[in-house]
């Protein structure tokens, strides 16, 4: 059997990781048509490339089903319960970068550390019947977060997309979510709270310790990372 | 082993009948509009929320506490007492190997005039239910938690926000601090607070939170500035408070010394009294049962009076075999303007059998 190395199948992330290995002597390729999700390693012996949505890799090395995978430690982190023990990170990509972040409405000129959005949020709980409402797809990250920093009176709602939106919508007071320069948080009038990110988040390169490996997998594995450099 | 958890469970449940009380059942599918307004974001973490198309949000039961609440709430409001068994769904994220699904047996009191006499046979009811086990009694008051804020001499609103945050002691520390003064104020609230015009460069208001409340908390953080720092006697009080952990007598007289400098404190004290000598009427061995004032801050929020856990010392590895207390604020807050005095608790039967079982 082959080491599966799993790979964002599209986009950026995919052209920057095939980049990172390139550089150092091992070839990603895409095959067959544009539109046709297979791919080819060049330059070591015995790995197949799996292309899946970076989204998908955390759930495919905490299953075993691939031997290492590229995304970003934002979605490991928020995916996997007790993620050090399901997989090893074993190195930094240095692209991707973004931090996850609380953002309220800059016009909030009161609200600018974690304690003042925990006495807007009593306030705003007194005032209109209903809890805070904070918008993110990262529940658990955000959730953990807001719990060590003592904020009640929040919910979180939802939101796999657009999120700077929300708040303008009137569907959430504020936000938690991905940025990396803040320029689509200005665009929608937020700022990120003047607190340390919930999480610093890069591509990385992770490999599964779960999943199973044969004799013939363990050297080709071997033989991979050593090519690798790390 | 299930059937055995069962057996054991029914066996329990049975002996309180025999005291009593009577049988309650409940829906395992609850709605989760209740529980997320009661317990806050932080149940999600918990408990196992799933939808419906039809009726919304819905929870695996995560206890039974809401639901015998709300039924006894709906009767006709004369005192009773209520025992359960049936199984409890928590998610373990940071536990892994313990149960996510898991059986209780619990009791419940409504309704019982005398708070001291009703803690007392609660305690009494589990304590001797458990005695075979040999385990570690825990006790505590969060009623004087509640007294002591309520009485001390500051500004409403850091009452209220003092008050909010019981039940998270490191937030309830930090606050503390910042208003003895004793914790740098952020850069940016001094900023506010010394800007004649805050809003001026605020631009454009967006969202549900309105100008005029934003105004308001300003408002309110300037008046909070401009008052006086709480005293550093005022700090160590809350610390002595907080920091009693010793034997029921021995901390009742240390709490009656501390409430020499903060009389806020004795009618709780009064209630503490009239349950050691309630407990010690019931039997319960009250010169030597643990009192620590800090305990049950972290994990139960809607207790505000008496509470009290069973630990087995030979497995300090387990949870709690038993946990319960006094709640009359949730049945204020369910009971939509009624209230009902209410104590209770749940004992788990898987543990019971883990640590040998009952005779």
């Known amino acids: ?108 000129v009161d609200v600018d550390t974690l304690d003042d959005l925990d006495g807007a949020a009593a306030a705003f709980r007194a005032r209109h019947g209903f809890r805070m409402r904070i918008a993110t797809k990262y529940h658990r990250l955000v959730r953990d977060y807001l719990r060590r920093g003592g904020v009640a009176d929040y919910q979180l709602v939802d939101s796999q997309g657009a999120t700077e939106g929300t708040v303008k919508n009137l569907t959430a007071e504020a936000i938690a979510d991905i940025t990396s320069t803040g320029e689509t948080l200005r665009a929608n009038h937020l700022k990120i709270l003047n607190e340390p990110p919930i999480l610093e988040s890069q591509a990385t390169l992770f490999r599964s310790r779960r999943a199973e490996v044969t004799d013939q997998e363990r050297v080709n594995l071997r033989a991979l990372i050593e090519r690798l450099g790390l | 082993m299930k059937s055995r958890v069962r057996i054991e469970a029914e066996s329990i449940c049975d002996g309180f009948v025999a005291e009593g009380a009577a049988r309650f059942e409940t829906d395992i599918l609850l709605q989760a509009e209740v529980l997320l307004d009661l317990y806050g974001e932080d149940i999600r973490a918990r408990a196992y929320v799933t939808t419906d198309p039809e009726r919304g949000e819905m929870m695996l039961r995560p206890d039974f506490t809401v639901p015998v609440v709300q039924y006894h709430m709906a009767g006709d409001g004369l005192p009773a007492s209520y025992t359960y068994f049936g199984e409890v769904f928590r998610k373990q994220e940071d536990h892994p190997d313990r149960r996510s699904e898991y059986m209780q047996v619990g009791y419940e009191e409504f309704g019982g005039a ?195 856990g069973f630990y087995s010392e030979a497995r300090p590895d387990l949870p709690p075999v038993a946990t319960g207390g006094r709640y009359d604020a949730l049945t204020r807050r369910l009971g939509q303007g009624r209230e009902i005095p209410a104590v209770g608790g749940v004992i788990r039967p898987d543990l019971v059998l883990d640590l040998g079982g009952l005779p």
């Open chain 1, 1 to 108: 059997m082959t080491v599966k190395l799993g790979v964002p199948s599209k986009g950026r992330l995919m052209e920057k990781t095939f980049d990172w290995f390139g550089a150092r002597g091992v070839t990603l390729t895409r095959t067959g048509s544009e539109r046709e999700y297979a791919g080819a390693v060049d330059g070591v012996d015995g790995v197949d490339l799996v292309l899946l949505s970076a989204g998908e890799i955390p759930r495919e090395l905490a299953a075993g089903r691939i031997h290492l995978g590229v995304t970003g430690n934002d979605l490991i982190q928020e995916k996997l319960v007790q993620w050090d023990q399901k997989v090893e990170p074993l190195a930094p990509l240095g692209f991707g970068h973004a931090n996850l972040i609380v953002a309220v409405p800059n016009c909030w």
């Open chain 2, 114 to 308: 005398n708070a001291a006499a009703a803690d007392a046979d609660v305690f009494g009811q589990f304590s001797d239910v458990l005695a075979p086990l040999g385990l570690r009694a825990a006790t505590g008051d969060i009623g004087i938690l509640i007294a002591m804020v309520r009485g001390l001499a500051t500004t409403e609103d850091r009452r209220a926000a003092l008050m909010r945050h019981i039940w998270r002691p490191a937030r309830f520390t930090a606050l503390v601090k910042r208003f003895a003064g004793l914790a740098p104020v952020p850069p940016s609230r001094a900023a506010l607070l010394a800007s004649e015009a805050p809003l001026q460069d605020a631009g454009v208001m967006i969202g549900l939170r309105s100008e005029r409340e934003i105004e308001t908390r300003i408002d309110a953080l300037r008046a909070d500035g401009a008052e006086p720092a709480m005293s550093a006697e005022m700090v160590d009080l809350i610390t002595a408070v907080l920091s009693v952990s010793e034997t029921c007598p021995n901390a009742l007289e240390h709490l009656r010394d501390i409430a020499v400098d903060m009389p806020g404190l004795l009618p709780a004290l009064d209630r503490f009294e009239a349950r050691c000598e309630a407990m010690a009427r019931r039997g319960v061995d009250v010169e030597n049962l643990p009192f620590e004032a800090s305990y049950g801050r972290t994990s139960m929020e809607y207790y505000d009076g008496f509470v009290f």
